[in-house]
């Protein structure tokens, strides 16, 4: 069976002939229309399927995509079938002596590109397994709007770079390390038992997902919901209906958005978490304003699985992240934000110490050649710029309060010219120009001030080329007041 005959298989295609002027080395097979409650949605998406016998050029899906959009209102997702080159010559061998094998969907790969805008991005190379999941889904939504934000969504994780991108479903915003959700979670002893438990409440849809997940659903006001574990009050929830949006105002909410709701219902009752349902969605937020590590806003803060793109192998997310296990008092979830937690500030150590290693000592020694200074120069340069970068990420810490007000202390640059020249080999040229550029401006640096004192005392040096000279000054300042 050729790979598009099994495409979207429980659907039914709708026979589509190529307008003039589409690309003469594609192959169209068919086209599938977004339908909801058994109608075609008006403006409603369109799936359109084609092959081609070597993997196509990105201009020639998109010239594509345009001729079967024609400008029209409705969003196409335009899906190429191509075979996959073969990534060493014993599958090279293989297909040639299995002859068809390279029209099997196992060694086919999909090039798609849509679903809106007059040039979208084309994203090639894709298993067929993912792209199909995405456009059954999407064919499912009962508008175009719908349909077209989750294959946008879509599209964006299937095109990240392989560091970064999640399994299919799973979307995380800021609460979670990518990276513990990527290996961490898969990784776990207890990953055997989440994945059997999980994917018995795949086929769960809302109020029905929240009690399979093991929690006591009680309705709290006409369209909240408290998910208890023990007798406590965890999470508040919100099932919503298939046209709401997680994140827009709601006719059946008095305008206001269903996340905006459940925190306003957790705050209420001490619940530490937000749960919210939309068809094969669901979705978990933090109601605590200090959860998360890339946290943002509470109400963009989030991680979520879709499951009908979820693919069962990786159900055991839905129990670690959703389950009464994860959200009770000690439970999963929080062991999983102490891990990201630990992996967040052992990235920011990496990084800093990279920074202070590498990029400030060749920073200034580049800074150093360009300006011809010295070397005792260049290294004091170094030094200088790592005392401001410090000083700069401990900026946060260096705030007091004086009279009401906060007010950050000064961070003034500190730079030590006792010995600027030392026994460098500087040619006599250049000593001279360092003489004449240094010879003109004053350099300062803070010794001794506070700024609670009336009085400052400053060092303000030079270098004449013998060497540098310093200067004492001292300056009062007025005072108003104690917070002066």
Request: net charge neutral; hydrophobic share 35%; with cysteine.
């Amino acid at each position: 069976m050729d790979w598009a005959d099994s495409f979207l298989v429980d659907r039914d295609p709708d026979g589509w002939s190529a307008p003039p002027g589409f690309p003469a080395s594609l192959t169209v097979h068919g086209a599938f229309f977004q339908r909801h409650d058994g109608r075609v949605v008006a403006n409603g998406l369109e799936v359109i399927v084609a092959s081609s016998e070597r993997e196509p050029p990105v201009a020639r899906v998109r010239d594509g995509y345009t001729k079967r959009r024609a400008g029209r209102a409705s969003p196409v997702l335009f899906v190429v079938g191509y075979p996959a080159a073969p990534s060493s010559r014993t599958e090279a061998a293989d297909d040639s002596r299995e002859g068809s094998s390279s029209a099997a969907a196992g060694s086919m790969r999909l090039s798609v590109c849509g679903p809106v805008g007059d040039s979208p991005a084309v994203v090639g190379g894709l298993d067929i397994g993912e792209v199909e999941r995405a456009a059954d889904c999407a064919l499912g939504e009962s508008d175009q709007h719908a349909a077209v934000r989750l294959l946008q969504r879509v599209l964006v994780g299937l095109g990240a770079p392989a560091h970064l991108r999640l399994d299919l479903g799973l979307r995380n915003e800021g609460l979670l390390a990518t990276q513990e959700l990527r290996a961490g979670l898969p990784g776990r002893s207890d990953w055997s038992d989440a994945q059997r438990a999980g994917r018995s409440v795949l086929k769960l849809r809302g109020r029905r997902l929240a009690e399979g997940l093991g929690f006591r659903v009680e309705q709290h006001a006409s369209h909240v919901h408290l998910l208890k574990v023990n007798g406590h009050s965890r999470a508040a929830a919100v099932f919503c209906s298939e046209d709401e949006p997680f994140d827009a105002p709601a006719r059946r909410f008095d305008g206001i958005t269903p996340v905006s709701l459940a925190l306003s219902h957790a705050d209420a009752h001490g619940a530490d978490w937000v749960v919210l349902t939309r068809g094969s969605e669901i979705r978990l937020y933090a109601a605590r304003p200090d959860t998360g590590v890339g946290r943002k806003g509470r109400a963009e803060t989030f991680v979520e699985v879709n499951l009908a793109l979820l693919p069962e192998q990786q159900a055991g997310y839905l129990h670690l992240l959703f389950s009464a296990a994860a959200l009770d008092t000690g439970g999963k979830i929080e062991e999983v934000l102490e891990a990201s937690d630990r992996f967040a500030s052992d990235l920011a150590e990496r990084l800093r110490d990279r920074v202070y290693a590498d990029t400030v000592p060749a920073l200034a020694s580049a800074v150093a050649r360009r300006i011809s200074l010295s070397l005792s120069l260049s290294l004091s340069l170094s030094l200088s710029l790592s005392l401001s970068l410090g000083s700069g990420s401990r900026s946060s810490r260096s705030s007091t309060t004086r009279g009401g007000c906060s007010t950050r202390s000064k961070q003034h640059p500190r730079f030590d010219g006792s010995d600027l020249t030392g026994d460098d080999p500087l040619s006599a040229r250049e000593r001279e120009r360092e003489r004449e550029r240094s010879h003109r401006a004053w350099r300062f640096r803070p010794v001794q001030g506070d700024l609670n004192a009336t009085n400052d005392r400053h060092r303000f040096f030079r270098d004449d080329g013998r060497g540098a000279s310093e200067q004492w000054r001292s300056s009062t300042r007025p005072t108003t007041g104690p917070g002066s």
